[in-house]
């Protein structure tokens, strides 16, 4: 199987380009996904969740308030990091399991794991192509905004994250992501059409 890891930052197009992989036929892990799993109501994980950040992080129904874990885990980088000692672990275990799954189902076929968090975390290795999508940064709050999200919480969402230098370095491939969505899934068709057995 073909691995390609897709990262970017917040508002970069990221899951625009996971979803035309998709429609392309590669098969997508999305991250996000499977956090929602990690961290379900009666998970080891989010039990560790609620000893570090307490109880207010709660939903009503048992399950994780994720707007509530976001206000505690991004108010300063020891939050941000103890939520990611928890967090962290278990998201690579379980996308790592879903992979191998997948593989043994579609041994010839393109695996994309789509995670924001992917440079971060020491698995670019297990990579044959690191895919970054980028957009300039105010262009990407602009874009977040404009979908309703407030515009100092996607600042400081986007301080947490890493520069764009830093993810950069990291692509083997980069998609530029300035203009329309219609250039966007073009060139995703034609990084698609340079892949091997393409």
């Known amino acids: 199987m073909f691995r390609i890891g897709l990262s970017g930052g917040m508002g970069s197009g990221k899951s625009e380009v996971a979803a035309r992989l998709s ?17 379900a109501a009666g998970t080891e994980v ?12 709660l939903a009503d129904d048992g399950g994780l308030d994720r707007g509530a874990l976001a206000a505690a885990a991004f108010s300063s980088e020891e939050a941000t990091s103890v939520l990611n000692a928890i967090t962290h672990p278990a998201l690579i275990r379980e996308i790592m399991r879903r992979s191998e799954g997948l593989e043994r189902q579609s041994p010839s076929g393109v695996l994309v794991v789509d995670a924001a968090l992917l440079v971060r975390w020491d698995v670019l290795d297990l990579f044959d ?10 262009l990407r709050v602009s ?5 309703g999200f407030g515009e100092e919480d996607v600042r400081r969402r986007m301080r947490s994250q890493l520069s764009d230098d830093v993810m950069l370095a990291a692509a083997d491939v980069v998609i530029e992501n300035g203009g329309s969505i219609e ?13 091997p057995g393409n």
């Open 129 to 138: 192509i690191v895919l970054i999508v980028h957009a300039p940064r105010e």
């Open 23 to 39: 429609e392309l036929g590669a098969l997508v892990i999305e991250a996000d996904a499977v956090a929602r799993d990690v961290v």
């Open 46 to 57: 989010l039990a560790a969740i609620v000893g570090a950040f307490g109880e207010s992080v």
């Open 183 to 195: 250039e966007l899934r073009a060139a995703v068709d034609d990084f698609w059409e340079s892949l």
């Open 143 to 147: 874009r977040l905004v404009e979908a």
